[in-house]
């Protein structure tokens, strides 16, 4: 690939990408666990303090060619370490959320990490399941995003083998 992904340290200007980003309706549908409203820039803003402030994070803007193009993030869930992603969509099929999510997990040491997707997000399950995470079950949530529970593939990136 030609062009330049680099993974750096989240700015306050690219908030203000973020939020747009989440703004796409179907965006939003295919991460279902994001924001009820959108629109909310008081809610954005306070989800933001609490993970760019949060000691055991790791929030990484990625940048392509220099242009914000999402973040990827590492997170605490009770003892669990988990990651997480958004990649613009007029960004998405480029492999961006791959590669992103590649170089994060070349910065996180811990293993085993987790993730999950809703189980209709054929496009994420393929980005996970080619960084390495296998599926480990299913679990149900609420969906801020639709409104409603949906079925979730719940997912681990196992440590590596011994010698």
């Not at 973020?18 to 994001?34: C, I, R, S, T, W």
């Not at 306070?46 to 790791?58: K, S």
């Not at 070349?106 to 399941?129: C, F, G, I, K, Y």
């Amino acid at each position: 690939m030609t062009d330049d992904l680099r993974l750096r340290p989240v700015t306050e200007d690219d908030l203000v990408e973020f939020f747009v980003h989440q703004l796409d309706p179907e965006a939003n549908k295919m991460a279902a666990f994001g924001s009820e409203d959108p629109t909310d820039r008081r809610a954005f803003a306070a989800r933001w303090v609490r993970i760019l402030t949060g000691p055991e994070n790791l929030a990484r803007t990625v940048t392509v060619d220099g242009t914000v193009v999402g973040h990827v993030l590492a997170f605490p869930v009770g003892d669990r370490t988990e990651v997480s992603y958004w990649i613009d969509r007029a960004r998405w099929g480029h492999g961006y959320a791959t590669r992103a999510l590649t170089a994060l997990l070349r910065e996180v040491s811990r293993r085993p990490l987790h993730a999950r997707t809703a189980t209709d997000n054929a496009a994420s399950l393929a980005v996970l399941r080619r960084c390495g995470f296998v599926v480990r079950g299913t679990d149900r949530g609420y969906a801020p995003s639709r409104g409603h529970e949906i079925d979730e593939y719940v997912l681990e990136l196992p440590a590596s083998p011994g010698p």
